[in-house]
């Protein structure tokens, strides 16, 4: 994934020696290359991503591993989606409402 300084890939053993002494630079302490893949996937996942960007963005074969390991962020958004419901239902209603209008067709159509 990155270059070696002596040309090919960086061999996993130089590539912790810097990590690590990166981190110890900054003073972050305990912190491991995988915990990095973590914490994108649950920031994109708090920025609003789908199970299925989450899932390329970590390159897993399925969106049901995704949602497995990380299933557990998106509780929250049943608030949201319960809003957008209810909002569905108050239009369809509304929509129903006026289907009798003699212009029908308009009037739905002016509705959407």
């Not at 690590?20 to 003073?27: F, Y």
């Not at 958004?77 to 909002?87: E, H, N, Q």
Request: with cysteine; net charge neutral; hydrophobic share 40%.
């Amino acid at each position: 994934m990155f270059p070696s300084r002596k040309g090919g890939f960086l061999p996993l053993g130089e590539y912790r020696w810097t990590f690590d002494n990166a981190c110890e630079e900054v003073g972050i302490e305990g912190l491991v290359p995988h915990g990095l893949r973590h914490a994108t996937a649950s920031l994109a996942i708090s920025a609003g991503a789908n199970v299925k960007v989450v899932q390329r963005l970590l390159g897993r074969a399925t969106a049901a591993i995704t949602l497995d390991r990380y299933g557990h962020l998106l509780n929250d958004d049943l608030s949201g989606v319960a809003d957008a419901l209810g909002k569905a239902i108050d239009s369809t209603a509304v929509l129903l409402r006026y289907s009798g209008h003699p212009n029908k067709d308009e009037s739905v159509q002016s509705m959407l």
